[in-house]
């Protein structure tokens, strides 16, 4: 395998640390239109993440296939897909996995209704978020001026 100048990291990889996401391919894309079961690299793929990042996701049940094929590799469908993009979206947001842990558990549980400690939790960690942007954006405009 060819490994780039970045840490020894396999040049295919190299991307996702170096090129910023088309958020709006991300956001906007037809998953309805993919042929599920998807593997995990067409899961990957369709989530623009590296396949290490969905096998971690994987091992912290996070994500969740739906089958195995005959030589035991995993299968994942839409709601497979949806989950990794929610995670992708919330860690792009600042948000880190031991916060929306939680709501996911919660989700696996069968709830309803997320609990409302787990909400109001989230909401003010998103809240805070939102404050360190808007102090980065004016640390930005005062710069530049």
Not at 20 to 45: V, Y
Not at 60 to 75: I, P, Q
């Amino acid at each position: 395998m060819i490994k780039s100048k970045v840490e020894n990291i396999p040049v295919g990889e190299v991307s996702f640390l170096t090129e910023i996401p088309d958020i709006n391919k991300f956001i906007s894309s037809d998953d309805d239109a993919l042929d599920f079961p998807l593997s995990i690299s067409q899961l990957a793929l369709a989530a623009q993440t590296s396949v290490h990042t969905v096998r971690n996701y994987v091992l912290e049940n996070l994500v969740h296939c739906e089958e195995k094929t005959k030589s035991g590799h995993s299968l994942y469908g839409l709601c497979a897909l949806k989950r990794l993009k929610f995670i992708r979206a919330a860690r792009a947001a600042g948000l880190l996995v031991v916060d929306i842990k939680p709501l996911l558990m919660a989700i696996d549980a069968g709830e309803r209704k997320v609990p409302e400690d787990i909400q109001k939790l989230l909401l003010t960690k998103i809240e805070h978020r939102k404050v360190f942007l808007n102090l980065v954006t004016n640390q930005i405009e005062e710069f530049c001026n």
